[in-house]
């Protein structure tokens, strides 16, 4: 990916990007693959969030038999992880520093008790939105709601006739915990578009907002609430640069939380995007098209998701020149890609349910989007309703297809009578 940036007259390579969006970040260290940059994470003790949290478990081992008395030895205790509300990775971490997660081991049968007990799951309280995955890419569970559980190593089983009354390990590996944000809203956008601005014109939460690119370093969410009490989950998320999708910039940690959100809320800046000085200028037209892009590339499936585009900070443009450059292009989609390099052209075009124009900053139009967002949603959840019903009605599991279970059960009977 670097060598195709380099190759691009305008491009500006990834690993410089990178370089310099971590001068912005700080502690941020480059990573090339998710499973390395996890493989070595040890969660900072200052840090008060993480997204991702590697651990060890292993199952108890199976208690042994007893031959003589044909006693069977107790299953080792699992380790199982399970999704609890209020719930942070940070205290995982804390709780357990060492990330050895062990159950118990099953108890030996003897002769005054043949049947030897199950040895003690060992629980781990993680929030909800946890994804578990193996080293090998795996995933073990997804955890999406409190009371979710997922076994993250089983237990060994007991001594037994089957396996000579010699009690089995239990499973062990090390799993990851992913955490990926759930909300009903994701905001997407270059670095500065006014994501954060916009979150809080629309909600109580209270992000950081700066002048300068990554002020927003992990997702945060904000509640928007409607007078007559809807709610609506709206989650600012870090912003994106070019080569995301090949995790520069740690684009995977911020792209997966893309994954779980209903809508998609693409800002942008009218004014288009520079990383700095000396860096390519992007046109807001070109931002768009690059967004897509990356998305594209890390996932192709997020972009039916529905979504749309808001174009932001209608107050900087006096004349409308920008945004009816920007509009015009967007109408005139896919013949106005012609006019960007190829290597900025994405192979599907987002459809976006509507574009509209705001100033985060103003509040103008805040207000107007959010209740777009809103009809959206409700649009979506009835399809997806309408959808569901009608799967149900052609499936053949159905209670009104007990009878043709009973046909069969009938027909068969016949046969052998
Ligand atoms: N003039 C104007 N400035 C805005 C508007 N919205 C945001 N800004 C400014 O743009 C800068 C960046 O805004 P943020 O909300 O932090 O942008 P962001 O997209 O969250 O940025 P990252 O955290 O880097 O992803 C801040 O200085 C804001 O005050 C707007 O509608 N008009």
Redesign the pocket.
């Known amino acids: 990916m670097a060598r195709a940036c380099l190759q691009v007259k305008g491009f500006m390579p990834c690993q410089y990007i990178l370089g310099h969006q971590k001068r912005f970040m700080g502690s941020f260290r480059r990573t090339d693959t998710p499973e390395k940059s996890n493989a070595k994470s040890v969660p900072n003790k200052k840090k008060s969030f993480i997204d991702s949290l590697r651990i060890y478990a292993r199952g108890g081992a199976g208690g042994q038999g007893l031959v003589k008395f044909g006693g069977i030895g107790g299953d080792g205790g699992n380790v199982v992880v399970v999704a609890k509300d209020k719930q942070t990775l940070i205290n995982v971490y804390q709780k357990c520093p060492t990330r050895r997660f062990v159950a118990g081991n099953g108890a030996n049968s003897t002769k005054f008790c043949l049947c030897g007990d199950k040895g003690t799951d060992m629980e781990i309280f993680v929030p909800p939105g946890v994804e578990l995955v193996t080293d090998e890419g795996q995933v073990l569970g997804d955890l999406n709601k409190e009371g979710d559980r997922a076994i993250a190593a089983y237990g060994g089983k007991g001594g037994n006739p089957d396996n000579q009354f010699i009690g089995r390990r239990g499973d062990a590996r090390s799993v990851r915990l992913d955490l990926k944000v759930i909300a009903d809203v994701g905001l997407v956008?270059f670095?500065?578009?006014?994501?954060?601005?916009?979150l809080k014109a629309v909600s109580r939460a209270k992000?950081k907002?700066?002048?300068y690119?990554?002020?927003?370093i992990r997702p945060q969410i904000g509640i928007a609430e409607f007078p007559d009490f809807r709610k609506i989950s709206v989650a600012?998320l870090?912003?994106l640069i070019e080569g995301a999708h090949a995790n520069f910039g740690m684009g995977h940690r911020f792209l997966k939380h893309v994954e779980r959100t209903k809508l998609l809320l693409f800002?942008v800046d009218v004014n288009g995007f520079q990383l700095a000085q000396g860096y390519p200028s992007r046109t807001a037209f070109q931002t768009v098209l690059l967004l897509n892009k990356e998305l594209e590339l890390y996932r192709p499936d997020l972009l039916s998701k529905p979504a749309l585009l808001v174009v932001?900070?209608?107050?900087?443009d006096l004349d409308h020149h920008l945004t009816e450059e920007v509009m015009s292009n967007l109408e005139s989609l896919p013949v106005s890609m012609e006019t960007v390099v190829e290597e900025m052209r994405p192979e599907t075009l987002i459809k976006f349910d509507d574009i509209l124009t705001?100033?985060?900053?103003?509040r103008e139009n805040t207000d107007l989007v959010m209740k777009r967002v809103r009809a959206l949603l409700d649009q979506y959840a009835d399809k997806q309703l309408a959808e569901q019903q009608k799967e149900k009605a052609m499936m053949p599991f159905d209670e009104g297809m007990d009878g043709i279970f009973e046909k069969d059960r009938e027909h068969a009977k016949q046969k052998l009578a």
């Open positions: 956008g670095p500065n578009a006014g994501k954060s601005t916009f992000p907002i700066a002048s690119p990554f002020t927003t600012d870090p912003g800002v932001n900070k209608m107050d900087t705001m100033s985060a900053k103003n």
